[in-house]
């Protein structure tokens, strides 16, 4: 999917010279948490978000550090943030340096900037403008989507069992030298040892995203490893 199939076409945006209050109420009125911070011609000049009003005087919840730490800061620290508490335009706390996407961007880099940025939303360019921005909730409603969308196949019960074992293969870390699956009527029994809880959930995990399985049945028997032996190689599930 590209950002243009699940990006919000309708973008709330704030001028720059709108006041600190303007854009407490739009976010209320909106039920949003932040938005793009466009000039009069409609070019991104930075972006503003409810973070951006954590630290503010009105509220009390100002910075207050202590002088030595001030002094170890410098001047210029302290000068930034009384700004942002006291400031009372948008274009004095917003950040300026807006991260993008186009509209042809792989919904997976755009999930991988989020992540690597730590930023909850993104602006869409299209020719130096805004067309739509992508955030959190667009992502959930893009999975959603694509769930409903989904033709659910039902495979006959041993070629459920035979891709079960074979994604089961690919991990590192399922004790196959153990391992057994069995599946009837779409329900998949999981049998064998497990040498750690969280081996079973994974299990159970990859037997449930198996078209045609209905259900799953955990068989599987925890056993403490022995301390201080080392591991085997263990030959690939059998799928005969």
């Given at each position: 999917?590209?950002?243009?199939?699940?990006?919000s076409p309708?973008?709330?945006?704030?001028l720059?010279?709108?006041?600190?209050k303007d854009?407490a109420r739009?976010?209320?009125?909106?039920?949003?948490?932040?938005?793009?911070v466009?000039d009069a011609?409609?070019?991104?000049?930075?972006?503003?978000?409810e973070g951006?009003?954590l630290r503010?005087?009105e509220?009390g919840?100002e910075r207050?550090?202590?002088?030595w730490f001030?002094f170890?800061?410098g001047?210029?620290?302290?000068?930034?943030?009384?700004?942002?508490?006291?400031?009372?335009?948008i274009?004095?706390i917003?950040t300026?340096?807006v991260i993008?996407v186009?509209?042809?961007?792989p919904?997976?880099d755009v999930v991988?900037?989020?992540?690597?940025?730590?930023i909850?939303?993104?602006p869409v360019?299209?020719?130096?403008?805004?067309?739509g921005i992508?955030?959190r909730a667009?992502l959930?409603?893009?999975l959603a989507?694509?769930?409903?969308?989904a033709?659910p196949?039902?495979?006959d019960d041993?070629?459920?069992r035979?891709q079960i074992?074979?994604?089961l293969?690919k991990q590192?870390?399922?004790?196959?030298a153990s391992?057994?699956?069995i599946v009837?009527?779409?329900?998949a029994?999981?049998?064998?040892?497990?040498?750690?809880?969280?081996?079973r959930?994974?299990?159970?995990?990859?037997?449930?995203?198996?078209?045609?399985i209905s259900?799953?049945?955990d068989?599987?028997?925890?056993?403490e490893?022995?301390?201080?032996?080392?591991?085997i190689?263990?030959?690939?599930?059998?799928?005969?």
């Amino acid at each position: 999917m590209k950002a243009a199939e699940v990006m919000s076409p309708r973008v709330i945006t704030i001028l720059p010279d709108a006041t600190i209050k303007d854009a407490a109420r739009m976010m209320l009125q909106h039920g949003i948490s932040g938005f793009p911070v466009v000039d009069a011609a409609g070019t991104l000049v930075g972006i503003v978000t409810e973070g951006d009003f954590l630290r503010r005087t009105e509220t009390g919840t100002e910075r207050q550090r202590p002088r030595w730490f001030k002094f170890v800061l410098g001047p210029g620290r302290g000068a930034n943030e009384y700004v942002h508490s006291h400031a009372r335009k948008i274009q004095d706390i917003m950040t300026p340096e807006v991260i993008t996407v186009g509209e042809a961007t792989p919904l997976q880099d755009v999930v991988s900037i989020m992540e690597r940025r730590r930023i909850k939303r993104i602006p869409v360019m299209s020719s130096g403008k805004i067309v739509g921005i992508i955030s959190r909730a667009n992502l959930v409603q893009a999975l959603a989507r694509l769930a409903e969308e989904a033709s659910p196949t039902h495979p006959d019960d041993e070629t459920a069992r035979q891709q079960i074992l074979a994604e089961l293969n690919k991990q590192s870390w399922v004790p196959r030298a153990s391992l057994n699956v069995i599946v009837r009527g779409g329900v998949a029994e999981l049998w064998g040892v497990i040498y750690d809880e969280r081996q079973r959930g994974a299990i159970r995990v990859a037997a449930e995203n198996v078209p045609g399985i209905s259900r799953v049945v955990d068989h599987l028997v925890y056993v403490e490893p022995i301390s201080g032996m080392g591991g085997i190689a263990l030959p690939p599930l059998r799928t005969v």
